[in-house]
């Protein structure tokens, strides 16, 4: 079995390889600078494979969103700089422009008065409490629901399964959501909330229409036979003309947009789940862009044909190797600060990731608010410090350690990371660290149950802020807080700072909360990640942002024009 | 005849019937759930989907209900696929699947079966050698390094196919070849010993000193007994194209069944595991009875009445 894993990884990495070697076609050669479009306006991307659903108040997962950003506008936006921007609204709410009341609990949002649906009807305030209250319809277990508790009444409702039909009605229409007329919508929740504007830049509170879900259900977000999509009309620059599902998507421009009209005349979603056929169809000229098989980075970027092509940014993703705090060995703080020390990140990132990535020993990402590059310097890679922890813990030179394990998914690079650590656990702290691999749902249910002693672990911010970043994960009890971390201090400073209203003493807030974490080292906090991919020299005007969905740049697609 | 086939087809629905229940149980019992993935859902969301798709119901109720289902010709609804019924995925999956499988058990054939009793006929010659050269290279090279290979020189070198998809005949080559590969090469090998075999049998010597023609001996009596064992795996053969390759349909990235089952598995959606176990039973199962069935027309002894 072992044997057979090692022919077959062989085998990919020499076929991969070939894939590499072989010359990729000449580009155009013809970049002329000027911002004009020139040649035919179509672009094709891959998603990389089937999404679940595209219902906007359903959908959860990163590929949904990719195309969703595509046929909705919602009331707010990000900017390229994730800073917020709106859409449908007519301004952002804040105190001073009497769009939230001054205790923070009532929204007042006025919507621009020429948004329109594509086939020409308004968008309404209407449509945006329709969608809100919709988003809390027990029936529809809406996997973001839980993002959108603090709104009066959405808690209540979407846990009121087991009640009657007319307990339903009453608890629908006591959400605290109201159009007080068609260009203004209200909002009330139990609690100040000074990130609730960030929530109504993301996909689960887009605009939705009410007749065509009274009309064809569950339908309305499917395709019909042919792949058409007749009852998916949404407020943005493209409309879904297509849906081959597990094969493509097609987009073409929504004729009565009410904002800046895209220049793209057709844009395809392809569905190639294989990296290594998405580098092929990308060579053949199938694809505009497109990631490379994991691993082949540091081939691609000495490949002279290839090495022009390349887009990489920074995510807002970091990624960690934690530690059980609640079960010996690991609940011995010491202990996890010496195996912080004892992982060398950038020859992680060096031999491990392709040279891509960056080193962290904090846990926000840069790019965000509360990042803060001083942060856990006392992690940086040191085997001395290491072994000096080490003892601390009570275990000088490994003497009277258990069996330390860990834990991981077996896919991607995992394998390879886990022995790496393996490798640099044994060097550094003379240390032997058992391997276990498992299969991803195995995986994740023994991490939630919190069975794991050491295990890898990411988080892609939902959006811009600390406040998605440390109380669902390091809170005590958390629903995302796998590592058992409970630190009442940590606790108290979060309470307050979701509620503070003051973004500079709610940043503060966050900061000192951040570093009580760090200091815990619940984690070796490892890496964070950023986005490769070969992009054609002929796609122009492509903005990539840090929270871009699936595909690189498909917050923007908007902007791109293409110059052959 | 009539009553062996009734018969069968009886035993065909408890077949299915145990197929399901071990297959239920299996799927429960291993660790990990459709809700459990890295980034946690809150509780309260969990509770709301297990209550939609009816996972909140004891387990035997729930098999209860599948059973039932499956009796109405309703085989539950897939929760990692928008919410559509698994028939209606089955049956959109079905059509192209069923072209590349068929497609490439035609090839399979059309190459292994010649290849196979030239070699016999002409042992430890040329073409004999040639065949297990064939053989050889096609059994142990897997699928997916097969594919990315015709991909690299008629995709990305040549540029005369495009790598992947669905929709065009020429779409259609690169995984047939890589589908058809295998079984061309057992084909050919299965041939070529019964072949072997044959000719070697008293009533060939018997055929040959009655004075009949040698093309006669050949094809009447050599080929026709020869290809019993290749009729015998042929079944499980076309079963296992028809129902698809994971390994092949991702790679083309062909909207069939094939990668249902495993998709199915990976995302624990019991629907969806339950409707590929129970489509791949059935298709084995019944292409089984036709094998028996081609037996009474090639093997003169064996007759079901």
Redesign the interface.
Known sequence: MKKSTIFFSLLSVLVTLSLLLTGACKGSGTTTGGTTPTGEQVITLNLGGEVNTIDPNRASWSNERSVMMQVFDGLLAFDSGLNLVPMVAKAIPTVANKGISADGLTYTITLKSNATWSDGTKVTAGDFAFSIKRLFDPKLAAEYASFYFDIVGGEAYYGSADKTAAEQTALKDAIGVRAINDTTLEIKLIDPLPTFTQLLALWPVYPVRQDMITAHGDAWAQPDASGAMPYYIGNGPFVLQQWVQQDHFTFVPNTKYWGDKPTLTKITFKELTDANVALAAYKNNELDQSGVPGGTEKATMADSALSPEIVRYAQLTTYGLQFNVTKPPFDNKALRQAFSCAVDRLAYIDLVRGGVGKPTTSWIPPGMPGYDATLGQAYTFNPTQAKAYLAEAGYANGVGLPVIKFQYANTGSNPTLAAFLQEQIKTNLGVDLTLEAMESKSFSALVNAKEFSWAFYGWGADYPDPDNWLPQIFGTGAGNNKTGYSNPNFDALAASGLKELDNTKRLKIWADAQALVIADAPMVFLFNRETFVLKKPWVKGQITTGMDGQIAGDMFLRDVYIQK | MFRFIVRRILWLLLVLLVVMFITFILMHL????PW??????????V???N??YGLDQPLWQQFGNYVWGVIRGDLGTS??????NVISILL??LPKTMTLGILAFLLAQAIGIPLGVAAALKQNSGVDYFSVLFSTVFASI?G??LG??L??VF???L?WL??????SPQQLIMPVICLAALPAAQSARITRASTLEVMRQDYVRTARSKGLLENRVRIRHIFRNSLIPVVTIAGPELANLITGSFIIE????V?GVG?LFVQGI???DYSLIMGGVLFYAFTIAILNLVVDIAYAAIDPRIRYD
């Open positions: 291993v660790p990990g759930g459990d993935r890295e980034k946690a859902l809150a509780p309260k969301v509770e709301a989907l209550k939609r929760y990692s696929w928008a919410d559509r959109q999956g897997p997916f390094v990315i290979l991909m690299i995709s990305v070198m540029h495009p790598t992947s998809g669905w929709g991702n790679l083309f990235a909207p990668r990976f995302a624990r």
